[in-house]
C-alpha cells in the first residue's frame, strides 16, 4: 500500500532545529529592527523607574492620537470600533486599548508586561551622618545579587510629595555634569573574613546604604554637620525638609544610558530590561497597528511583578478587571457583569515577560534542547514555575498551536524555552494571574543574559521580533 505525503509536510520538515535567526532576516526587517532598536534604546534611557516608563508610554500613546479614558467618557461616554484610549493607575500602572470591530464579550488580544525593575530604594527615614559622611539608608527592591550594586555609579530618581500634594520629581545623576552615588565595598586588604562567606551572604541587605556627601556645613553650633549641608543642598534645589522623605518614592538605579553592545551592535545593555525591552515592544505594537482590528486589542503595562504583583498598582490588584469594565460599559449596549465574565474568558494573553538565555559560561544550569538562545528570535514559554512547575499556568496546547499559526503566518522568529534545568531554580510572571479568569495565556518574551543585575544584555533581533509577534497578535483574528 502506498504511503500518501501529506501536503502540509514535506520531508525536509521533519525535524526541528533552533538556529541563530539572522540566518533568516530579510533585509527588510533588518532595516526595521534597526529602527526598532534605537527607538527602544532612548524608550530604555528615558524610564528607569515606574513611574518614568508610565510617563513616557503615555507620551508616545498621546502623540500616536490615544487619548485618557476619563476624557473620553466626558466627551460621550461611548467609544466605537478604531477608537483609541488608555486609562492610568496612580501613575504606575497603565492599559491601553484599540477598541476592535467584534463586541468586547468576544474577548481581547492582550499583550502584558511590567515596567519595575530590580532596585535599591530609599527608607522613609533615611538620611544619618556616620563616620564623616552623609548617607541613605535602603532596602532593596526584587531579587538582586547584592554584590553586583556596590562601587558601581548610582543615579537618584524618583518624586517627593508634599502633604498639600504638591510632587517634586528628582532626577540625579544622568547627566554628565550631575554627582552619582555609590554603595562601597571592602578593599581586599582587608576582606579574608568576607572572602569566606557566600556571595549571597558577602553583601548584607542593611549594608547597602549609599554615600551622599562628607562636606560639612558652616556654623559651630551645628550638629552632624554633614547631614545638614545635605540637607541644605536639597532644599536649594528642590525646596524639601527632612521630613518631606516620609512622603516620597526615591530610588537608587545604575547611572548612565543604555548602549549599543558587541562590535557587531548586535545587542543592547541597559539597565530595567526586565521587563521593560517587552513593555516597549508591545507599546511600539499596539501604537503601530493600522485601521480597526478584529477583537479589542490591549496593551497592559503593570507594576510591582518583581515583588509579587501586589498592591493597589499590581497585576494582582482589580485594576485590569475594573478598567475592563469601564471599557465594556463605554463600547456595549448595556452593561452586565455576565458581559464581563464573558469578555475576560473568551480573552487571549500573550504575558510579556522575559527569559534567561543560554550562557556558555554557566551552561550547567541549562537543558540546551529546552533553552533560549541570543538572537533565535522572540521566546515562547508554555510553562514556567519552578520544581515540579509550581505556581505556573502552563498553556494549553491548542493555544500554543494557536501562537504557531499566527508568528508563522506573519514571518515571526521564535523560538522555546524554559528557566534552567529542572530542579535548578526557576521564576513567575503575572500569566497566572490572567489566567484565573479563564482566558487563554502563554508567556512571550525576550531572552536575557544577566537577568536582574544592574546591566541586562539583549540582542537586538529578539527585541525585535518580539515587535512582530506582539503586532501580530494583536491585530490578527482568530480561526473558525
Known sequence: MKTKTRPDRKKTDLTYSNKNGYEKLSPADSKAMAEICRAYIGFLGAGKTEREA????????????????????????KLSPGDRVYRSCSGKTLMAVVVGKKPLEAGMHIVGAHTDA??????????????DMALLDTHYYGGIKKYQWVTIPLALHGVFVKP?????????GESQEDPVFCITDLLPHLAADQNKKTLAEGIEG??????????????????????????????????????????????????????????????VLGYGQDDRVCAYAGLKALIDLKGTPEYTSCVLLCDKEEIGSVGSTGMASNFFENTSAELLNMTADSYSELALKRALNNSWMLSADVNGLFDPLFASVSEKKNTAFLNHGV???????????????????????????????AG???QTGELGKVDQGG???????????????????VGLLSMHA?????????IYMAYKAYHAFLKDGRKA
Open 54 to 77: 508610565h510617563d513616557e508610554s503615555v507620551r508616545l500613546l498621546e502623540a500616536a492620537g490615544f487619548r485618557d479614558m476619563s476624557a473620553a467618557e466626558k466627551a460621550g461616554g
Open 118 to 131: 530590580p532596585r535599591i530604594d530609599i527608607k522613609q527615614n533615611p538620611l544619618y551622618e556616620s563616620g
Open 164 to 172: 498639600g500634594g504638591q510632587k517634586i520629581p528628582v532626577s540625579i
Open 206 to 267: 542593611e549594608n547597602l546604604d549609599a554615600i551622599v556627601g562628607s562636606a560639612p556645613a558652616s556654623g559651630k553650633d551645628l550638629k552632624e554637620k554633614i547631614k545638614r549641608n545635605v540637607l541644605n543642598l536639597l532644599n536649594e534645589s528642590y525646596g524639601i525638609t527632612e521630613e518631606d522623605f516620609l512622603s516620597a518614592e526615591l530610588e537608587l538605579v545604575p547611572a548612565g544610558m543604555p548602549r549599543e553592545a558587541g562590535l557587531d551592535r548586535s545587542m
Open 379 to 409: 521566546c515562547v514559554t508554555k510553562y514556567c514555575g519552578s520544581r515540579g512547575k509550581s505556581g505556573s499556568s502552563d498553556a494549553n496546547a491548542e493555544f500554543v498551536a494557536e501562537i504557531r499559526r499566527i508568528f508563522d503566518k
Open 412 to 414: 515571526v522568529i521564535w
Open 427 to 445: 521564576g513567575g510572571t503575572i500569566a497566572w494571574l490572567m489566567a484565573r479568569y479563564g482566558m487563554q495565556v502563554v508567556d512571550c518574551g
Open 454 to 462: 544592574p546591566m541586562e544584555l539583549a540582542g537586538k533581533l529578539d
